[in-house]
């Protein structure tokens, strides 16, 4: 049976790159399938987090599920950290991913930059621990933002590699889903690096939970190119903060970017980015205001967590401990 699941790291406050990417899109598959939604604070320790602030950004991570529609009777909704089985496949999956793999991720390049002798281990490690979360679940559809697409390609070489090497089909072969207008949110900044929650500069991207001014100014001081907007997307080409802006702009308007090129030809940045900032507010307002005022309640939030735990041990805990007979673990 098609069952869906995918996470996200509260490694900071959420942008409009993992709404975009993620979030809206994960809401969008509930109810068709099996949806598992995670906020993975295991990934999010291969960077240091100062522990109170990990905390709250893991309430402010499910807080924004909750807020763009993610219904927790429906979907389940954990924190990775309450469900042991995450660590303990991943550990299995240590052992059958080859270092050369991990060597080619470039996720872990970008992140590690010059300095890959001081990074933790667990950063090295992550895609493995990735594979682990989706495989726990015997997930068949994982959607993601386009620079996930790599890992979860790894999750396959790795549900490939243990069903070879142990003679069974018992892992499925994960699809990625990486579809719609804004499968990568770009830097407002930098045309050619993505939107990170992480990244060095506040102004570099859209927070969830920006107020109107703030959205506003961040438009405004975008980076564009001169010209104004062309007759077609071909007009576009080369020009990677146009394109970015243009395809925001479809993505939260449920539209396309060849639409948004024929409502707005030949616009200006001056007419063109006061709209795209008030469409976001109109979409991004009423989310962060239910984000305000569930994270009034953090009991409430660490309930839903809790239940979303125990719901998905139950799924896990039986494809582990085939997982632990598969490979030969005694056990009583
Ligand atoms: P970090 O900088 O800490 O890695 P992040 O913003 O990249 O944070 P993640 O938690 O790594 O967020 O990713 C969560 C989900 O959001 C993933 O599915 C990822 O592909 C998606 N995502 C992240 N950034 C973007 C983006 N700029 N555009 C589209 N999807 C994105
Ligand atoms: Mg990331």
């Given at each position: 049976?098609?069952?869906?699941?995918?996470?996200?790291?509260?490694?900071?406050g959420?942008?409009?790159?993992?709404?975009?990417?993620?979030?809206?899109?994960?809401?969008?598959?509930?109810?068709?399938?099996?949806?598992?939604y995670?906020?993975?604070?295991?990934?999010?320790?291969?960077?240091?987090?100062?522990?109170?602030?990990?905390?709250?950004?893991?309430?402010?991570?499910?807080?924004?599920?909750?807020?763009?529609?993610?219904?927790?009777?429906?979907?389940?909704?954990?924190?990775?950290?309450?469900?042991?089985?995450?660590?303990?496949?991943?550990?299995?999956?240590?052992?059958?991913?080859?270092?050369?793999?991990?060597?080619?991720?470039?996720?872990?390049?970008?992140?590690?930059?010059?300095?890959?002798?001081?990074?933790?281990?667990?950063?090295?490690?992550?895609?493995?621990?990735?594979?682990?979360?989706?495989?726990?679940?015997?997930?068949?559809?994982?959607?993601?933002?386009?620079?996930?697409?790599?890992?979860?390609?790894?999750?396959?070489?790795?549900?490939?590699?243990?069903?070879?090497?142990?003679?069974?089909?018992?892992?499925?072969?994960?699809?990625?889903?990486?579809?719609?207008?804004?499968?990568?949110?770009?830097?407002?900044?930098?045309?050619?690096?993505?939107?990170?929650?992480?990244?060095e500069?506040?102004?570099?991207?859209?927070?969830?939970?920006?107020?109107?001014?703030?959205?506003?100014?961040?438009?405004?001081?975008?980076?564009?190119?001169?010209?104004?907007?062309?007759?077609t997307?071909?007009?576009?080409?080369?020009?990677?903060?146009?394109?970015?802006?243009?395809?925001i702009?479809?993505?939260?308007?449920?539209?396309?970017?060849?639409?948004?090129?024929?409502?707005y030809?030949?616009?200006?940045?001056?007419?063109?980015?006061?709209?795209?900032?008030?469409?976001?507010?109109?979409?991004?307002?009423?989310?962060?205001?239910?984000?305000s005022?569930?994270?009034n309640?953090?009991?409430?939030?660490?309930?839903?967590?809790?239940?979303?735990?125990?719901?998905?041990?139950?799924?896990?805990?039986?494809?582990?401990?085939?997982?632990?007979?598969?490979?030969?673990?005694l056990?009583?």
């Open positions: 049976t098609p069952r869906v699941f995918s996470g996200i790291k509260p490694s900071g959420l942008t409009l790159g993992n709404y975009l990417g993620a979030i809206k899109r994960f809401v969008g598959m509930q109810g068709e399938m099996e949806t598992i995670c906020v993975v604070d295991l990934h999010a320790i291969t960077v240091w987090q100062d522990p109170a602030e990990l905390a709250n950004a893991t309430r402010e991570v499910a807080a924004g599920y909750l807020a763009a529609g993610l219904d927790p009777t429906q979907s389940i909704l954990f924190n990775q950290s309450q469900v042991a089985g995450h660590a303990e496949l991943g550990w299995v999956f240590n052992c059958v991913a080859r270092v050369g793999w991990m060597n080619r991720m470039t996720q872990f390049k970008d992140k590690a930059g010059t300095n890959a002798e001081k990074v933790s281990l667990g950063l090295y490690a992550y895609p493995s621990l990735m594979a682990a979360d989706i495989l726990l679940y015997h997930a068949t559809h994982v959607p993601v933002g386009e620079d996930q697409k790599q890992h979860v390609e790894l999750t396959r070489d790795i549900a490939a590699k243990f069903n070879h090497d142990f003679g069974t089909a018992f892992f499925p072969i994960t699809e990625p889903v990486i579809d719609g207008p804004a499968t990568r949110v770009m830097n407002l900044r930098d045309g050619t690096r993505k939107m990170s929650k992480s990244g500069s506040d102004m570099e991207r859209i927070n969830m939970t920006d107020d109107a001014d703030t959205i506003a100014k961040k438009f405004k001081k975008a980076k564009t190119d001169p010209a104004a907007l062309p007759d997307l071909d007009g576009l080409a080369g020009r990677p903060e146009a394109r970015n802006l243009v395809d702009y479809a993505a939260l308007d449920d539209s396309t970017p060849e639409a948004v090129i024929a409502a030809q030949g616009a200006g940045w001056g007419r063109f980015k006061p709209a795209l900032a008030d469409l976001a507010v109109a979409k991004l307002a009423p989310i962060s205001q239910e984000m005022r569930l994270m309640d953090p009991a409430e939030i660490d309930r839903i967590l809790a239940q979303g735990a125990a719901r998905a041990r139950q799924i896990a805990e039986p494809i582990l401990k085939q997982t632990y007979d598969i490979v030969g673990f056990r009583s």
